[in-house]
């Protein structure tokens, strides 16, 4: 059986239509279909059927899954070995990274591995944490950096370890002449009557921050729903909006907007994920260990 056509098939599980599918592999859905129909042709079994307009996997197409996911894994270890055994860090290292992290932390890491391994290029592709974590599971990534809100949030976690990276504490963001933002401490219940501006809702985070203010018993009035920071923080600052932000933009903040601690205090953690076949792979190894001594330094 075909890589390319099992990689069509674990794709086609994970996203659950052809278009889906087709969009993560950078192919069109005739192609993706083509590639599950020469792969029922090699299997001798049917693999997919119909349901009005879309497909569905077969108990067949089930049990492929499962043996694909593990060939996967041995091709991970066996090209770790390879890559042991050339004892060289070269080629090209994908990491996937959600904004507030990667501005923060991988531009020391990409400049000191660039320093010590010449011959070696990591591409960055920014990927909300959910998405970052379903690119490494179907391959299209190396590295991901998550937190545990897209963990919760996943389905199958299975043969993807983490390395915990650093934590952040959540804070309300408020103009600085805001009334709020003198208070030493700001509960949710404070800020149940404010207008808010919150990440697009297909951003785990801001599904987290809506979660967030009705289990405090309100639903939080919008005003701007933003796929950025960049529009958060301009209505935020002249008082047109509040916010709930990660920590880690503390650390860029822009003029004008006041960073007021949340009561009680939410944290979350952030991973530097892989897949465990890669354990052992040189240029994972001493990614993770760059990129956990680079957070060490410039969140500590």
């Given at each position: 059986m075909e890589f390319g056509?099992?990689?069509?098939?674990?794709?086609l599980a994970r996203c659950g239509t052809m278009a889906a599918a087709a969009e993560a592999l950078f192919l069109t859905p005739s192609a993706v279909s083509q590639q599950i129909a020469q792969l029922e042709e090699d299997a001798g079994v049917k693999l997919t059927e119909r349901v009005g307009r879309g497909v569905r996997l077969t108990p067949a197409g089930h049990a492929l899954v499962g043996y694909a996911e593990r060939v996967m894994v041995v091709l991970d270890e066996a090209r770790s070995e390879l890559a042991e055994l050339r004892r060289e860090i070269a080629g090209e290292l994908r990491v996937a990274a959600f904004p507030s992290i990667a501005s923060i932390v991988l531009p020391d890491t990409v400049k000191e591995l660039r320093r010590a391994f010449p011959r070696l290029a990591i591409a960055l592709e920014e990927l909300e944490p959910i998405d970052a974590v379903a690119a490494l599971r179907?391959?299209?990534?190396?590295?991901?950096?998550?937190?545990?809100?897209?963990?919760?949030?996943?389905?199958?976690?299975?043969?993807?370890?983490?390395?915990?990276?650093?934590?952040?504490?959540?804070?309300?963001?408020?103009?600085?002449?805001?009334?709020?933002?003198?208070?030493?401490?700001?509960?949710?219940?404070?800020?149940?009557?404010?207008?808010?501006?919150?990440?697009?809702?297909?951003?785990?985070?801001?599904?987290?921050?809506?979660?967030?203010?009705?289990?405090?018993?309100?639903?939080?009035?919008?005003?701007?729903?933003?796929?950025?920071?960049?529009?958060?923080?301009a209505m935020v600052t002249p008082g047109c909006s509040v916010s709930i932000a990660p920590g880690l933009r503390v650390l860029r903040a822009p003029i004008g907007v006041a960073w007021v601690k949340l009561r009680p205090e939410i944290r979350r953690k952030i991973y530097v994920a892989y897949r465990s076949g890669e354990r052992n792979h040189p240029t994972v190894k001493v990614f993770v260990e760059e990129i956990v001594r680079t957070a060490s330094r410039v969140l500590s």
């Open positions: 056509r099992l990689r069509a098939l674990l794709e179907s391959w299209r990534t190396d590295i991901a950096l998550i937190d545990d809100l897209s963990i919760a949030t996943g389905n199958d976690r299975e043969n993807v370890e983490l390395v915990p990276l650093a934590e952040d504490a959540l804070y309300v963001a408020v103009a600085t002449d805001h009334p709020l933002s003198k208070k030493p401490s700001l509960s949710l219940a404070d800020l149940r009557y404010e207008t808010w501006a919150i990440e697009s809702t297909w951003s785990t985070f801001g599904s987290f921050v809506i979660e967030l203010c009705r289990r405090a018993g309100f639903e939080p009035q919008t005003n701007a729903r933003c796929r950025g920071s960049d529009i958060i923080d």
